[in-house]
């Protein structure tokens, strides 16, 4: 779990670049993010600064932030994980709440190109472990690691992981089971 977002590695964003925050004007680590800083709500069509710092990311109320068409299976993976009966309705509420605010609040890093489909297990978000580092672990985690979305074999057959550009290749982990599933979104 990231220290500084609950679904982004640390080492990941501790790769941030500096810059100037458009929010709060001081010189910091800014990451890429859709909110709305000096509109009182974010709606579709502002203009959202696409970078800021996280103690903006953190103070900025949370319908400050554009809606994300991942947190669509937020209520699925409450309903999987916490079946009716052993949570209250205020209790899952609650969870649900909690969920969606961290993740309208972290970075869009991982590459979706076709959806934005992140991966959960366990009750929650996973989180987000970067690309692989070269091609040859590319192709082991091609044969290794599961697929976030079907199954690597029936869909590609003995079609080695090596995708045009690395980033295409996304890896997270689960937060609680520690299970590790990797997404691949082709441009
Ligand atoms: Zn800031
Ligand atoms: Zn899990």
């Known amino acids: 779990m990231g220290s500084l977002f609950r679904y982004i590695a ?7 670049e500096s810059g100037d925050c458009p929010g709060c004007q001081r010189s910091a680590p800014l990451f890429p993010i859709e909110a709305a800083i000096d509109d009182d709500e974010w709606s579709v069509g502002v203009d959202c600064p696409e970078e800021i ?3 903006c990311i953190r103070r900025l109320p949370l319908r400050k932030f554009a809606p994300r068409t991942g947190e669509k299976v937020v209520q699925e993976l409450i309903n999987t994980h916490h079946p009716k009966g052993t949570l209250s309705g205020e209790q899952r509420v609650n969870r649900l709440v909690s969920i969606c605010d961290e993740y309208r609040r ?3 890093y991982p590459l979706f190109l076709q959806n934005e489909d992140w991966p959960w297990c ?3 978000f996973c989180e987000y472990l970067g690309v692989p580092n070269s091609y040859e672990e590319s192709i082991r985690i091609g044969s290794e690691m599961k697929l976030w979305r079907g199954d690597y074999k029936q869909l590609y057959g003995d079609m080695t992981l090596e995708p045009e550009s690395l980033n295409e290749v996304c890896l997270f982990r689960c937060l609680k089971c520690g299970k590790e599933v990797f997404t691949w979104q082709m441009t």
Not at 10 to 16: E, K, L, P, T
Request: hydrophobic share 30%.
């Open 10 to 16: 640390d080492d990941i964003a501790a790769r941030a």
């Open 53 to 55: 710092c996280s103690d």
């Open 106 to 108: 972290t970075p869009a």
């Open 122 to 124: 366990c009750g929650d």
